[in-house]
T-cell receptor, first 114, second 105 residues
């Protein structure tokens, strides 16, 4: 049971570089999310996708873009990485949007921007 | 502005102690409040609370919601070192900062 799979697990970028974080789920969930976690700040929602074909901004969307490629996959792109984007990124999925259903999380991507 | 506030942010106890973690929320589209446990990596689900006053229990962990006062508590009795983790609450996709619980032998 793969659940939610994120790649890569670790990444170091130079300021100004771009990259895409990949996320795939095999639970046939409708909703997917991208969070970032910084020390002492819990998880903050970057973007979410309530269903295939839709995406919406969360609390901290600036500097990021997303693509809901299909029902399984939801990618997060940093067009021009900044040191402030150094964080641990989690992808999650749930049966439907908002927290009236359990969300399942990937193992996280630790991103360092130097 | 929507917010979820957890307290305390950090807690150190000894094995066998009982702890109470707090979560207050103000969110526009409240449907339920969920608790997660995060050890080294991904958060894992503990409870989902939808109705006021109904306690959810799982072993030594229990949780309850008060929708009038907009808060929830998570209790852990007879704590063990394996309970050491960050405990997160979330309402309407908004997470609190978490409570870091350390249980010493």
């Amino acid at each position: 049971n793969a659940g939610v799979t994120q790649t890569p697990k670790f990444q170091v970028l130079k300021t100004g570089q771009s990259m895409t974080l990949q996320c795939a789920q095999d639970m046939n969930h409708n909703s997917m999310y991208w969070y970032r976690q910084d020390p002492g700040m819990g998880l903050r929602l970057i973007y979410y996708s309530a269903s295939e074909g839709t995406t919406d901004k969360g609390e901290v969307p600036n500097g990021y873009n997303v693509s809901r490629l299909n029902k399984r996959e939801f990618s997060l792109r940093l067009e021009s990485a900044a040191p402030s984007q150094t964080s641990v990124y989690f992808c999650a999925s749930s049966v439907r949007v908002r927290t009236d259903t359990e969300a399942f999380f990937g193992q996280g991507t630790r991103l360092t921007v130097v | 502005e929507d917010k979820v506030v957890q307290s305390p942010l950090s807690l150190v106890v000894h094995e066998g102690d009982t702890v109470t973690l707090n979560c207050s929320y103000e969110v526009t589209n409240f449907r339920s409040l969920l608790w997660y446990k995060q050890e080294k990596k991904a958060p894992t689900f503990l409870f989902m609370l939808t109705s006021s006053g109904i306690e959810k229990k799982s072993g030594r962990l229990s949780s309850i919601l008060d929708k009038k006062e907009l808060f929830s508590i998570l209790n852990i009795t007879a704590t063990q070192t394996g309970d050491s983790a960050i405990y997160l609450c979330v309402a309407d996709m908004r997470f609190g900062a978490g409570t870091r619980l350390t249980v010493k032998p």
